[in-house]
């Protein structure tokens, strides 16, 4: 689709410098071309700019003036890419519907608009609702309720059992995963995540929350509105997430933590059971500390190379004085 630079900048609320060029594609400033969008949202971006041939770029608004360039000044600029790539590339519209290969329950509600993709299984009592999206090889179990214009990626399965056993006579028992899964509105979760009904109650996914590849959310995990948690990350059973928290990649949180809204826990992470991961400063390592702590003990290990040279010195020097 081909908009003018005036009439995308309109879309995002911004203020246009230079010629009203036309506008048909997307792309890195690397590879854009004259008549492609790019965007610059950071110090390297911005070096990057200035040899990129592309035919308008989103800024900052204390962008230097564009000498001859055509810019679209925005608070946001990254953000505001992803609202116009959806305008200069609108992509083909997901058929609605269900699948021929798919098995639906007959018990199961769905709203006209929803796609079920190849595949699916979708159980018992499924609640699913309009503009929601199931690609290739969803397993809904029984007794799931998804929001609105929520998105499910393919391989994903929802509402298996939650891992709960106890210990009887010397060997584990199955405790009966008796809850449900509630997924909210405007929810995407990626290709092969999972997330397991609650053992009594509900396992929740707030409004708005987005699951990356292969992320885990255990039994009775509350999870908030507009969550970010990026792939690999595991939550173990009764975790809950607050509000606009985020969730680095291969993150483990043990049982019963709670993350405070807006929080945010760097990759590679290990919150303990328990644990209470208050909102501020980031949280790194594991166990997770304040982020300038971890970089502290990070610069120490650095330094044990160093230091063991060291002591092998001085302990060279006590047994020559030693020996005197």
Not at 157 to 169: E, K, L, T, W
Not at 174 to 181: D, E, I, N, R, S
Not at 220 to 236: D, E, M, P, Y
Request: glycine letters at 12%.
């Amino acid at each position: 689709m081909t908009k003018t630079a005036a009439e995308l900048a309109a879309l995002v609320s911004g203020q246009l410098d230079g010629p009203d060029v036309s506008l048909s594609g997307v792309q890195a400033l690397e590879q854009a071309g004259p008549t492609d969008l790019s965007f610059v949202a950071n110090r390297k971006a911005a070096e990057a700019a200035t040899g990129s041939i592309a035919g308008c770029l989103l800024v900052p608004p204390q962008w230097p003036e564009p000498a001859g360039r055509t810019v679209i000044r925005v608070e946001d600029p990254r953000a505001a890419f992803a609202k116009l790539i959806r305008v200069l590339k609108p992509g083909h519209k997901s058929a609605r519907g269900v699948h021929f290969t798919a098995v639906v329950d007959p018990s199961a509600r769905l709203a006209d608009d929803v796609m079920i993709g190849a595949g699916c299984v979708i159980g018992r009592e499924v609640e699913i609702g309009p503009g929601s999206r199931l690609h290739a090889n969803v397993t809904i179990y029984d007794e799931v309720r998804i929001g609105v214009r929520t998105v499910i990626h393919s391989g994903a399965v929802i509402g298996a059992d939650g891992f709960g056993f106890a210990m009887a006579d010397g060997r584990w028992e199955k405790f009966p995963q008796v809850g449900v899964v509630v997924i909210g509105d405007d929810v995407e979760i990626g290709a092969n995540s999972c997330i397991d009904r609650a053992a009594l109650g509900e396992t929740v996914i707030g409004d708005g929350t987005k699951l990356d590849n292969m992320v885990h959310i255990g039994h009775n995990c509350r999870i908030g509105k507009h969550v970010v948690i990026a792939a690999q990350t595991g939550l173990s059973g009764g975790v809950t997430v607050g509000d606009y928290a985020v969730i680095g990649g291969q993150v483990g949180v043990g049982d019963k933590a709670r993350i405070e809204s807006k929080a945010v826990i760097g990759s590679g992470s290990g919150i303990l059971t328990s644990k209470i991961v208050r909102a501020g400063e980031p949280v790194w390592g594991t166990p997770a500390r304040a982020l300038k702590d971890y970089l502290e003990v990070l610069a120490t290990m650095n330094r044990l190379p160093e230091m063991r040279e060291q002591l092998k010195q001085a302990l060279a020097k006590i047994d020559e004085l030693e020996k005197r």
